[in-house]
């Protein structure tokens, strides 16, 4: 059975066809620049296990434009992978905000009205996840079943105090404003990745999907996630690169009041902070340079961004009652040893110790590596984390 996984944003998406029975990725690609005047999109696509890849520069007056080209791309003598867009079943989205829903959704005229719904609570997000349900269910036949798999909805078992916020209730009620969390399909990707390595479905975890996009989460015994980092919209918690993270609520109005607008405001902790402010640049790579090259500015941020880490490990071993592992993933979790060091450094005390030599080994040969210390209590791991497949699983297990 072959799922289509499609990852929306407003001006592009990704897409990834899976073959279910091995879980292998077929063909994958992106669309961009949708709506501009020069689009492009990129498709690879494996045969015989070698990847090849091609590219169309094109004007796409809107998604389903694109989503024909893919389709086009999918179902080519050369370069396809299917005979036919008939053989794509099932489609699988990601919604980055899901609002109340728990669980994975089979696209019905109920589940489109709560995304827009929702679109005052994810204003960038939601939009263009229902343009994307839309321009698939205009350009695949309506046998194929669409489903909508959320970002929010693994934290959606957190406990009511640790989603609420203290202000007045009916900002609650009536407005929905309490913690939802992000990035929930990679969380729940690698903390059950990492139960089946250690084949041990009761752990204590803590996840730290360490991105451009940066959250933490702690997952209890059953795999519930309990608390997470990030907040009613991305800006809290940890340094990231380009947002601030956790703020006192009283410089947002210093800044209002030194004249700024919201929008103002908002470019500056969302695309103007976190490494970018700190260092000039979002991008870690930069910050191991100017650290390797004993840069004070640099040295700062990493020592800024560890110390954040570090303080939502201690709270969620608190939160939990303990751990039995940390894992690491997403672009600087995966590829990061410097900051990994950082991250765990001085936790020995709790039984956090790191490999040094397993945490800079590259080329791991595995989608899981192990890099603690043999004396150390805590297991810490890297794991590759792979949202479409999770999302195709989640597909799966509805059909
Ligand atoms: P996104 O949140 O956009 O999905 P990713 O998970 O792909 O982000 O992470 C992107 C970030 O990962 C980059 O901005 C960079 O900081 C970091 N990164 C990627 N490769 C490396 C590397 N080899 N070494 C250190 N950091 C890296």
């Not at 910050?287 to 090259?293: A, D, F, K, R, S």
């Not at 110390?307 to 201690?314: L, Q, T």
């Amino acid at each position: 059975m072959k799922i289509l996984i499609i990852n929306g944003g407003s001006s592009s998406f990704k897409y990834q066809l899976i073959e279910m029975d091995t879980e292998s990725v077929l063909a994958k690609g992106l669309a961009e620049r949708i709506g501009l005047e020069q689009g492009k999109i990129t498709h690879e696509y494996w045969k015989n296990g070698e990847k090849y890849k091609v590219s169309k520069e094109m004007h796409f007056d809107n998604h389903e434009v694109a989503f024909k080209e893919m389709a086009a791309y999918l179902t080519d003598n050369e370069v396809g992978v299917i005979k036919s867009i008939n053989e794509v079943k099932y489609i699988g989205h990601r919604g980055v905000h899901g609002g109340k829903y728990t669980t994975p959704k089979r696209v019905t005229p109920e589940v489109m009205e709560e995304l827009r719904k929702g679109i005052p609570l994810a204003p960038l997000h939601n939009p263009a996840n229902i343009i994307g349900i839309e321009a698939a269910m205009k350009t695949f036949p309506k046998e194929t079943e669409n489903f909508v798999v959320f970002d929010t909805a693994f934290h959606q078992t957190m406990p009511e105090r640790a989603y609420r916020y203290a202000i007045p209730n009916h900002y609650y009620t009536e407005d929905r404003i309490r913690v939802y969390g992000f990035h929930g399909i990679s969380h729940k990707y690698v903390d059950a990745r990492t139960r089946r390595h250690f084949n041990n479905p009761h752990m204590k975890n803590i996840t730290l999907h360490l991105g451009n996009g940066a959250s933490m989460a702690a997952v209890n015994e059953e795999g519930h996630c309990i608390d997470t980092s990030m907040g009613f919209g991305p800006g809290d918690g940890l340094i990231m690169g380009t947002r601030a993270g956790n703020i006192d609520s009283t410089v947002i109005f210093f800044l209002g009041e030194k004249g700024l607008s919201t929008q103002e405001i908002s470019k500056i902790l969302n695309s103007e902070s976190g490494m970018k402010g700190l260092i000039g640049s979002p991008d870690a790579r930069d910050l191991e340079t100017l650290v390797n090259q004993n840069d004070p500015k640099g040295n700062l941020c990493l020592d800024m961004y560890a110390y954040r880490v570090k303080k939502f490990i201690g709270a969620y071993m608190i939160a939990l009652g303990g751990v039995d592992s940390l894992i690491f993933t997403a672009g600087i979790g995966e590829n990061s040893a410097m900051i990994r060091k950082a991250v765990c450094e001085g936790l020995e005390t709790f039984g956090i110790k790191i490999d040094p030599d397993k945490n800079k080994q590259l080329n791991h040969p595995s989608d899981i590596v192990e890099i603690q210390a043999s004396d150390s209590k805590v297991k810490i791991v890297i794991v590759a984390t792979n949202e479409e497949l999770q999302i195709a699983r989640d597909v799966l297990s509805l059909v």
